[in-house]
């Protein structure tokens, strides 16, 4: 027994030379600094007290220093308080005004040469619609094939309601209905063995051959109207007209060549046309005026004038006209392009690739009409390009005297575009009957022109020289057209972002210094403070951890 009990008191002294008793292992292995502290009870009040005294920031140091009465630090407590508040609100407010206007347009350059900017496309159309010739032909061939055997006369009568499928106005729908059947039976397209009332119209529209007596380009006299001309016949919303310069896409989807540029001003180096009004031709006047309409546009979009972007002008016969152009384009800088389209309110030119190689206000809004069309009247107008409708399967049928009720009755909401519904009291009937195209947003680059005209009497030429109504007796008859741009240089504005990343941090860090004294001093002495309480926080709980795995082994050893 006594033997034991020394073998006993021997283990225990050897593991006391080596150990001291109570000392966890995990203890042994750390230094005693770090144990001195691990072992102190973590006051997160001190640590803040300990920042609030070193940091670089305004006015924090006083809740820490200890010889501040409670009621002084109260009342630091409510200025850092009432600072904090304002700063905020500050700030905010500066946000909500600069995401609601991101981006600003200033004028650029004001010597922007001219020879940059494209030669507007230019659109004449006659405001007789239907050829006295033309519409004679037309009804001796319908006479022929009539079976109750009416004159000449009648049918004339008839073929002035194909007037009506211009303007969608009628007066006797059952005269209207009535021809309608006739055409239907006895004026059948080869193609299709069904009328057509754009084949009609084709043949019953003022040639170009015919107005167009002569054009020139830089003072350079050129063929209007021949192969690889510089003149083509294009299809607008007042019908068939002859065209210049339009480079958008046409019927059949085609791209034309690049657009003409002028790099000299003046009345004489612009374009002159010389026009024949064919007085004695009036059929069916869409006017009531005798001579011209003249439109004046993008060359890149369709001429639509509810689209905005066209500029008209009406032509009278005996006159030269002289119409000035001016023209202000507007850039978009790319970094436009990061913001949506709600917010910087426009399109770029290659965004929506479904209106063409490049985007045009008016191309969408022709395409969001003819969708309109289509939905309520089951038919698409024959001036409407097609090339604008929604890829279908199904075919398109062209609109005929039949169509004219329904035309007439969607006529004004056809002719008002919206692109924003905004509630106005008193107008909510004048929204729902608008056309709705959200999408129809301006273009962020384009080239905007303005036209000022002036017309003198045109008198007969008597001079030996160069005239461009050399050979004509009678100028009551005819009428000179003259389009140019009146100085060599012109306006061009930039749109671009408000402010840049750096722009905005520099704002904001302009108020969080003035209002809190603050800096990225301070923003890393706080991301330090918060660093070192989550070690500190987390080396503490592990140390109680690991104390408290040991602690079994250390009674057992007692």
């Known amino acids: 027994m006594i ?19 109570g000392t966890p292992i995990a203890e042994r292995d750390e230094p005693p600094q770090t144990r001195g502290r691990l072992r102190e009870r973590y006051r997160f009040t001190e640590e803040l007290f300990q ?69 507007p496309a230019i659109s004449l159309c006659n405001n007789n619609r239907i050829s006295r010739t033309a519409a004679l032909r037309y009804a001796r061939q319908l006479a022929e094939k009539d079976t109750e055997r009416h004159n000449v006369s009648y ?20 005269q209207m209905t009535k021809f309608q059947e006739f055409l239907d039976l006895n004026d059948v397209s080869n193609g299709t063995g069904m009328y057509n009332a754009l084949e009609t119209l084709t043949k019953l ?51 034309h060549p690049p657009s003409y540029f002028l790099d000299v001003t003046g009345p004489e180096m612009g374009l002159v046309l010389l026009l024949n009004g064919s007085s004695n031709d009036y059929f069916y006047n869409l006017f009531n005026n005798i001579g011209f309409n003249l439109q004046i546009f993008n060359p890149s979009e369709v001429p639509d004038s509810t689209a905005g ?32 389209r709600q917010k910087r309110q426009c399109v770029f030119r290659n965004e929506l690739l479904k209106y063409g190689a490049n985007y045009g206000r008016s191309n969408c809004v022709a395409a969001c009409r003819l969708r309109s069309v289509l939905a ?75 036209i000022t005209a002036s017309e003198l009497p045109l008198i007969r030429s008597r001079r030996n020289g160069f005239s461009i109504t050399a050979g004509i007796e009678n100028v009551a008859d005819v009428a000179v057209v003259r389009i140019f741009f009146g100085q060599p240089e012109t306006w061009m504005y930039k ?51 690991r104390l408290r795995a040991h602690k079994p082994n250390l009674e057992l050893l007692q």
């Not at 600072?83 to 650029?108: D, Q």
């Not at 972007?309 to 005996?318: I, K, M, R, S, T």
């Not at 007439?408 to 905004?422: F, P, R």
């Open 376 to 450: 309520l009247c089951e038919c698409v107008p024959f001036y409407m390009p097609t090339a604008a409708a929604t890829a279908s399967s199904k075919s398109i049928t062209t609109c005929n005297l039949q169509h004219i009720a329904c035309l007439n009755k969607y006529k004004i909401k056809w002719s008002t575009v919206i692109t924003d519904i905004v509630r106005i009291p008193g107008l909510e009937k004048e929204m729902e009957e608008s056309l709705y195209c959200p999408e129809c947003l301006p273009s962020c680059s384009a080239s905007k022109y303005q």
């Open 3 to 21: 033997k034991a009990n020394a073998q006993k008191r021997r283990k225990l002294s050897t593991i006391s030379s080596g150990t001291a008793v």
């Open 309 to 340: 972007g066209v500029n008209e002008q009406f032509v009278h016969l005996g006159t030269e006209t002289f119409i000035r152009v001016d023209a202000i384009t507007i850039n978009s800088e790319p970094d436009v392009l990061r913001y949506s």
């Open 155 to 174: 049918f004339l009568e008839q073929i002035v309601l194909l007037g009506k499928l211009y303007d969608f106005d009628y007066e006797n729908l059952h």
């Open 51 to 119: 920042l609030f005294g070193s940091i670089t920031a305004h006015c924090y140091r006083q809740l820490a220093q200890k010889d501040r009465s409670v009621w002084e630090r109260l009342f630091w407590l409510l200025m850092l308080i009432l600072e904090a508040a304002t700063l905020v609100a500050i700030i905010i407010s500066a946000w909500g005004k600069f995401t609601a206007n991101p981006l600003i347009t200033t004028l650029h350059d004001t010597i922007y040469p001219i020879n940059l900017v494209p030669f």
């Open 205 to 255: 529209s003022p040639r170009c051959e015919d107005m167009l007596l002569r054009c020139f380009w830089k003072s350079i006299e050129l063929p209007c109207m021949l192969r690889n001309d510089m003149v083509e016949v294009r299809r607008t919303q007042y019908g068939f007209c002859c065209t210049f310069n339009f480079i958008g896409h046409n019927e059949d989807n085609e791209i």
């Open 495 to 545: 749109q671009n972002v408000a402010y840049y990343w750096f722009e905005i941090f520099s704002n904001f860090g302009g108020m969080f210094g003035i209002m809190a004294g603050m800096s990225l001093i301070t923003l890393m002495e706080v991301v330090y403070f918060v660093g070192r309480q989550l070690v500190l926080v987390f080396a503490t709980r592990s140390w109680s951890a």
